[in-house]
T-cell receptor
Framework: AQSVTQLGSHVSVSEGALVLLRCNYS??????LFWYVQYPNQGLQLLLK??????LVKGINGFEAEFKKSETSFHLTKPSAHMSDAAEYFC??????????FGTGTSLTVIP | DTGVSQDPRHKITKRGQNVTFRCDPI?????LYWYRQTLGQGPEFLTY????????KSRLLSDRFSAERPKGSFSTLEIQRTEQGDSAMYLC?????????????FGSGTRLTVV
């Protein structure tokens, strides 16, 4: 069985501050992990993914995430928040690619 | 490449009516997926197709739901005898089968409101 837990349904940061969105996963087999972003009334856009290899992965818009197997975590970070980062962020896990399991999402607010 | 298109963007229907949504995937993608997203939740898997074959269905897909992809291109999702609990965003996504572990391309969704 696979699942994802996103700690903190709402996160607020000041513009220019560090963004940290937390994701912990559960998987009985090596996972493939993803972060997606969703803007209001839109579909999901892939930010970054971990498949194999380097555990620190870089994505679009300055985001990165680190796969930590010992902590079963895949937290999303960005050094400096921008107003345009305000959105809903979803962490997801799969092991076959046939079905993704998404977390409940974290809503990011950026305060000017 | 125009991405994944979904139609309509919004649908309001009365309880008990039937509704049908359409999804046009990226043209070269042989995999097509349907997900449902209720308010405040992440997307939940409903079903997926490879070409015209429906390979997996979630238990969420009750008998009132049916999906087709008759020619391996566009897909339709029909909900019969809609209930208020069907109110949600219905998301379609596509990928190449061999690239499925690289993530999908999602459409903008169809928001269904059952009144």
């Amino acid at each position: 069985a696979q699942s994802v837990t996103q700690l903190g349904s709402h996160v607020s940061v000041s513009e220019g501050a560090l963004v940290l969105l937390r994701c912990n996963y559960s998987s009985s087999v090596p996972p493939y992990l993803f972060w997606y972003v969703q803007y209001p009334n839109q579909g999901l856009q892939l930010l970054l993914k971990y498949t194999t290899g380097a555990t620190l992965v870089k994505g679009i818009n300055g985001f990165e995430a680190e796969f930590k197997k010992s902590e079963t975590s895949f937290h999303l970070t960005k050094p400096s928040a921008h107003m345009s980062d305000a959105a809903e962020y979803f962490c997801a896990v799969t092991n076959t690619g046939n079905q993704f399991y998404f977390g409940t999402g974290t809503s990011l607010t950026v305060i000017p | 490449d125009t991405g994944v298109s979904q139609d309509p963007r919004h649908k309001i229907t009365k309880r008990g009516q039937n509704v049908t949504f359409r999804c046009d995937p990226i043209s070269e993608h042989n995999r097509l997926y349907w997900y449902r997203q209720t308010l405040g939740q992440g997307p939940e898997f409903l079903t997926y197709f490879q070409n015209e074959a429906q390979l997996e269905k979630s238990r969420l897909l009750s008998d009132r739901f049916s999906a087709e992809r008759p020619k391996g291109s566009f897909s339709t999702l029909e909900i019969q005898r809609t209930e208020q609990g069907d109110s949600a965003m219905y998301l379609c996504a596509s990928s190449l089968a061999q690239d499925r572990l690289r993530g999908y391309t999602f459409g903008s969704g169809t928001r269904l409101t059952v009144v």
